[in-house]
């Protein structure tokens, strides 16, 4: 049971055990949010920044809940109302930051690559709340812990991921940790929204609903994200629902004990049928409930573990530091 | 493993520790009422089933009920350069609200692990008292904490290590002393 990881950037390269550590820690902080105290004195004195360049209602409350069941203080900061809009760059906000010393920053970006930017700018502990179209860790492990706990073993498993591949990083964050794990991962979508080079990463590439989803155990799809549509991907949207919505008679291809997955927010009727949604076999509501015990997870094993090496990297300075600090008061 | 070691208990010494303490335990609190069990992860669990087990043959009808804590969320050393713990997770399956609590552990050392415990089982409600049982003391107690049942007081120096080993972790019951 190792966990070497500095940062949470991505799951790309990731080892299996290290998955299965986060996922069997988050699988015992689960029991805090159930009781009538919800908090645990883990993370006290300790400064969670959470800093959001894109709007997020989901993923930042979640980590915020998670940061104060661990008794961390935390801090919000949207780029609405920060000095990026005065055109500060991200390498300045992140020195700034690191200045007032927080013991962890979540960030969330528009572009790939900016968790990985900021990591190097700043000594904390970088958690990837989302960044561009690359990356989504921590979705991908609450994704994983949901499966789980319906489907023991995921080597083995088939996962169809069907929607706008292209434009999404829970879907990349995804195939990355399925196929580590062992499962089978098939991208299901119109050839323009399932990139071909993807398959280089082991997935299967389907542009047909009906196969893609045919004896899968696991069906997780997808929001169309319209805001990310600036080329036409496919001609209207009636047309995209006509052929990619999961509805009830596309469930059924799937295996009897197949699980729905959606990141959210829905687009009823769009990817997704109400019926579907709501059906006995979508397990939505438990990724968010598990989205919570996650990012605890997460927090516990950088935060408490970069202490650890503060403590231990620091040894031969406390004693100086009393010294110092007198002189400092006489003169 | 017992090269460098002395064993100071076998399992027969052990096993009669704690069904000493289980009659104890009964004596001193008429009986099971409102009682209930609860070991610390990982040796005191083991021990919290066996001190259950022996009650009940003891009293007969229903054992009291029974649960985990892990105290590494509670812990006050997480930033003294030790690796990240594994969190096992608690699992108190009973409302703590006015119920005698029994906490049971292997090795009673510092303190500190009976108070990180006695932490988090406060956050789950305000049971009527907490009383502790130990299988070894070793002494060296940096709180005031003492235990209400002993299984063997066990003079130690400080640099020296207690290794309780149970059957259902360690395939072998014994206690021994490691310089």
């Given at each position: ?28 902080f689960k029991e805090i949010s159930e009781r009538d105290i919800k908090k645990v004195p883990t993370l006290r004195g300790k400064t969670v920044i ?282 | ?123 789950f409600g305000r049971p009527q008292w907490i009383q502790l049982a130990v299988l070894v003391d070793r002494g060296h107690r940096e709180l005031p ?16 290590q207690v290794q309780v080993r149970l059957a259902e972790a360690d395939g072998v019951d014994e206690v021994v002393i490691e310089s």
């Amino acid at each position: 049971m190792g966990f070497t990881q500095r940062h949470l950037l991505g799951l790309e390269g990731v080892p299996a055990d290290e998955i299965t550590t986060m996922l069997d820690t988050a699988a015992s902080f689960k029991e805090i949010s159930e009781r009538d105290i919800k908090k645990v004195p883990t993370l006290r004195g300790k400064t969670v920044i959470n800093l959001f360049y894109e709007t997020s209602t989901r993923t930042r409350t979640s980590f915020e809940i998670a940061a104060k069941r661990l008794s961390a203080d935390t801090i919000n900061i949207s780029a609405a109302s920060s000095s990026v809009s005065k055109g500060e760059t991200l390498a300045d906000t992140a020195r700034n930051l690191e200045a007032m010393r927080p013991d962890a920053i979540v960030v969330r970006h528009p572009s790939s690559g900016a968790c990985h930017l900021l990591a190097r700018h700043v000594s904390c502990p970088i958690l990837n709340a989302g960044d561009g179209c690359h990356e989504h860790p921590t979705q991908a492990l609450l994704d994983l812990l949901t499966i789980r706990e319906r489907h023991p073993k995921i080597a083995g498993l088939t996962v169809a991921i069907v929607g706008d591949v292209l434009h999404s990083r829970v879907a990349r964050s995804n195939l990355h940790a399925l196929r580590t794990l062992g499962a089978t991962v098939r991208l299901v979508g119109p050839p323009t929204l399932v990139p071909r080079e993807l398959a280089a990463f082991g997935a299967e590439l389907h542009h047909n609903l009906a196969d893609g989803v045919r004896d899968a155990d696991v069906v997780m799809m997808l929001r169309i994200q319209r805001e990310r549509q600036g080329a036409n991907f496919f001609p209207t949207l009636d047309e995209y629902s006509h052929y990619f919505c999961l509805t009830e008679d596309a469930v059924r291809l799937a295996k009897p004990h197949v699980i729905i997955l959606h990141p959210g927010p829905l687009n009823r009727g769009l990817e997704i049928a109400s019926t579907v949604a709501d059906g006995p076999y979508s397990v939505i509501m438990d990724q968010v409930t598990n989205g919570v015990a996650v990012r605890m997870a997460l927090l516990y094993l950088l935060v408490a573990r970069s202490k650890a090496e503060d403590a231990s990297a620091g040894e031969a300075e406390p004693a100086l530091e009393p010294l110092r600090r007198r002189t400092g008061g006489r003169a | 493993m017992t090269a460098n070691g002395r064993q100071v208990m076998d399992a027969l010494a052990i096993q009669r520790a704690l069904v000493r303490i289980a009659h104890e335990i009964l004596e001193r609190n008429k009986g099971t009422e409102e009682l209930a069990l609860i070991g610390i992860r990982s040796r005191g669990v083991h021990l919290a089933e066996r001190i259950r087990k022996a009650i009940g043959e003891i009293e007969g009808g229903v054992p009291p009920p029974f649960g985990v804590v892990d105290i590494t969320l509670y812990r006050d050393d997480l930033d003294r350069g030790l690796e990240s713990p594994v969190v096992q997770g608690t699992d108190i399956p009973f409302p703590v609200d006015g119920r005698r609590i029994l906490l049971i552990d292997d090795v009673l050392f510092t303190g500190r692990t009976v108070r990180a415990a006695m932490d988090a089982l406060v956050d789950f409600g305000r049971p009527q008292w907490i009383q502790l049982a130990v299988l070894v003391d070793r002494g060296h107690r940096e709180l005031p904490i003492r235990a209400d049942y002993v299984g063997k007081n066990l003079p130690t120096s400080r640099r020296e290590q207690v290794q309780v080993r149970l059957a259902e972790a360690d395939g072998v019951d014994e206690v021994v002393i490691e310089s």
